[in-house]
C-alpha cells in the first residue's frame, strides 16, 4: 500500500492515469489495472490531495513492485 501526492485535482489525476494505462477499469470509486498476474487499485483519499495504491499479487514482493511500476510511470510522465 501506498500513498501518491497530487499536484493537481483528483479527478482530473484519476482521468489522466486512466489514459496512461488503456486496461485500466473504472470501478467507480477508483480504478483497478492489471498487470501481469497481479492488480493494481487506485483511489482518491478523502479530505486529500492524494491517491491510495494499493496491489494485490502472488507474494509480497511482486506486489511492491507492481505498486512502483504504476507509481514511477505516472510521476515520470507528469501525472502528480
Known amino acids: ?21 488503456p486496461q485500466a477499469e473504472d470501478m467507480g470509486e477508483g480504478l483497478r ?18 491517491l491510495r495504491l494499493q496491489a494485490e499479487a502472488s507474494t509480497q514482493e511482486f506486489a511492491a513492485e507492481l505498486c512502483e511500476i504504476i507509481s514511477e510511470k505516472v510521476k515520470n510522465e507528469g501525472r502528480l
Do not use: D, H, N, Y
Not at 500500500?1 to 499536484?7: A, D, G, I, N
Not at 482530473?12 to 486512466?18: F, K
Open 1 to 21: 500500500r501506498q500513498e501518491l501526492p497530487l499536484t493537481e485535482g483528483r479527478a482530473q489525476a484519476m482521468e489522466q492515469i486512466s489514459k496512461a494505462f
Open 33 to 50: 489495472i492489471r498487470l501481469g498476474e497481479g492488480r493494481v487499485w487506485l483511489a482518491p483519499m478523502a479530505g486529500r490531495s492524494a
